[in-house]
């Protein structure tokens, strides 16, 4: 029921997210889904009770954690039937709207979007 949820919600976000989406409000999104509104930082992690305070060990932790949850092999499967679906679809580009879909772009210059 959660990995459903989960899903669903990955999907109404993902499909929130469109060409008539500004880069403010894509800033905004992405910014949601990295945390960034807020200090979640993690002093500790326990693990098979382990106390795990070595900042790499933790972010290598939740790394292999996050991977996996958000692996195809953590999807169900109606939500892989869809995806498989959608990712074969082209993505419809107005090329008349003067925007370089192919450019380039860093981190930071991503960053200085906000």
Known sequence: M???AKAESWEKFVGSINNNTTTKELYNKM???SGKSKNNSVKALE???ENITNPQKIVDLLARSF???TSNESYVQPFKDKKQ???KLPVKVNEDDGQD???NFSAKSFVSFS
């Open 2 to 4: 959660i990995k459903k």
């Open 31 to 33: 910014g949601k889904l």
């Open 47 to 49: 693990v098979r009770g």
């Open 67 to 69: 991977s996996m949850q």
């Open 85 to 87: 679906k959608r990712d």
């Open 101 to 103: 879909y192919n450019e």
